[in-house]
């Protein structure tokens, strides 16, 4: 069974499976931030968000909705389809960020040192089945 990209449904399942593999990588385990990706150009016209809590190495909570999102350390601007493809694991997100695919809003420095951690939710949010 494929879920749809952002829906309910899809975020049920990648927050089951980050809290199942999330640890398993090693990457920097005591790690406390919150992201939050706005996807411009939505296949249905909207803007919608994803956020995303990790305290202390442990994901927290993943929100997914329409329109901007709850307040986040990092935030990440940029279409659906680029997000899309760092998801399926064919664009790693740091370079998407330096090649201007990505706006991003917090402090750089900090989030470049997260982008393996942004790297690994992308990784195993791929292991589950999708339809974009």
Do not use: H
Request: charged share 30%.
């Amino acid at each position: 069974m494929a879920y749809k990209y952002l829906s309910p449904e899809w975020r049920d399942a990648v927050f089951a499976r980050l809290q199942e593999k999330f640890n398993e990588g090693g990457i920097n385990p005591k790690a406390t931030a919150s992201l939050n990706n706005i996807y411009r150009n939505c296949p249905d016209g909207k803007d919608r968000y994803y956020f995303i809590s990790i305290v202390d190495g442990d994901i927290d909570t993943i929100e997914i909705g329409e329109g901007e999102g709850p307040e986040a350390k990092f935030k990440i601007i940029g279409d659906y389809e680029d997000f899309a493809k760092c998801t399926r694991g064919e664009m790693n997100s740091q370079k998407a960020l330096m090649c201007g695919k990505f706006k991003f809003k917090g402090n750089l420095t900090a989030g470049l040192k997260l982008a393996a951690l942004s790297d690994r939710l992308n990784k195993i949010s791929a292991e589950v089945p999708t339809e974009y």
